[in-house]
């Protein structure tokens, strides 16, 4: 019966085990994963937009080389991320619908703008730095699909980073002009980039049951401040500030204190109130539309060749 069913799946998860597809598990489990597993794809996608606005006026055939393959590496990590959601029954179909519609989120951060070629340093540094301090904890996660797709994610991600960190360095020993572009951006990208990691615990209304579940394996909080430990020796190097003057050593704690974060900004980047949140949707609803003879050639090819296999 399900009370033999519920105790394998307890065993397993007391042990360390992975949840595999075929696996009994309980139904919440299951919508915790396609919610967070979803958020994430789409936001693999969503996030191609503010970096490909760049690709055409990438300062050399160099950068553009690079920053097209970073933009191919998001979508295939979306691919990764829509497969493993497709493991525990939510069709790619259904998860595209409720993306274009509104009713899944993706990441605040994409709901910002990338004003200057300097940006695209600062979200390799930082928002690619903050992805993989989320991300290469679920490599442990206890469902299998998921925590194998964050294994090949999260080492595309560390080149991000390095890719990132590289062309901030580059501005910021350049001229006066590109050092102050890229003291701009990095001004603009660390406060949302504290926020990607989630609400502070104590409004995280998911942390503990998914923590329980060993689908997280540490808090927001927890994972921001790692973040923030990272993050001020690298600004140190590139010789450019954190926008926070509260940010300073705390020999107790072992660890960086650092300033308030203003959540009604968050939560009206998540009420679709972030300066780009329109734009984001419309491109990828008009993007999706555009697609549609793409995927019907596909269907008909599959088929067509299913039809000759038959024969
Ligand atoms: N934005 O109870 P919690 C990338 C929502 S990296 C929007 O703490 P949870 C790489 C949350 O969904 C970015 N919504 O939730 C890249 C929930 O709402 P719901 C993607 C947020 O799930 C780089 C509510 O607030 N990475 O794309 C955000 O336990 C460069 C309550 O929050 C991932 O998705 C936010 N920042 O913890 C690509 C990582 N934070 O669903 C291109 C996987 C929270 O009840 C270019 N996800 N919310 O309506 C996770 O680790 C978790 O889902 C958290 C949130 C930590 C994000």
């Not at 004003?115 to 991300?135: K, P, S």
């Not at 925590?147 to 999260?154: G, H, L, P, T």
Request: contains cysteine.
């Amino acid at each position: 019966g399900p009370g033999a069913h519920e105790e394998a799946f307890d065993a397993a998860i007391a042990a360390d085990e992975r949840i595999e597809p075929r696996d009994w598990m309980p139904d919440a489990y299951r919508a915790t994963l396609v919610r967070q597993i979803a958020q994430h794809a789409h936001s693999e996608i969503i996030g191609m937009q503010p970096e490909a606005n760049w690709i055409t006026r990438a300062p050399s055939l160099r950068r553009k080389a690079i920053l097209m393959a970073k933009v191919q590496d998001e979508a295939g990590h979306g691919l990764y991320l829509y497969s493993a959601a497709e493991t525990l029954g939510a069709s790619r179909d259904e998860l595209l619908d409720k993306l274009h519609s509104g009713r899944q989120k993706y990441s605040s951060i994409f709901n910002y703008p990338t004003l200057t070629w300097a940006d695209v340093g600062a979200i390799g540094w930082l928002v690619d730095g903050a992805a993989i301090t989320n991300q290469v904890p679920l490599c442990r996660c206890s469902y299998g699909p998921y925590a194998r797709a964050m294994v090949r994610v999260c080492k595309e991600e560390s080149f991000h980073q390095r890719q990132g960190y590289e062309l901030l360095l580059a501005l910021s020993r350049g001229t006066e002009a590109q050092h102050a572009m890229a003291q701009d951006a990095v001004d603009r990208w660390w406060w949302p980039s504290l926020m990607m990691f989630g609400p502070p615990d104590d409004a995280s209304k998911h942390s503990a049951q998914s923590m329980a579940w060993k689908i997280k394996r540490h808090s927001n909080d927890e994972l921001r401040q790692r973040f923030v430990d990272i993050c001020v020796p690298q600004a140190e190097s590139l010789g450019l500030t954190l926008p926070d003057p509260e940010l300073r050593w705390n020999e107790e704690r072992g660890h960086y204190d650092f300033g308030p974060i203003d959540w009604s900004e968050f939560h009206e980047v998540l009420r679709g109130n972030g300066p780009c949140n329109e734009q984001r949707l419309d491109r990828r609803r008009r993007a999706h539309e555009e697609g549609a003879w793409v995927r019907e050639a596909a269907a008909a090819y599959a088929r067509k060749h299913g039809e000759q296999d038959g024969d």
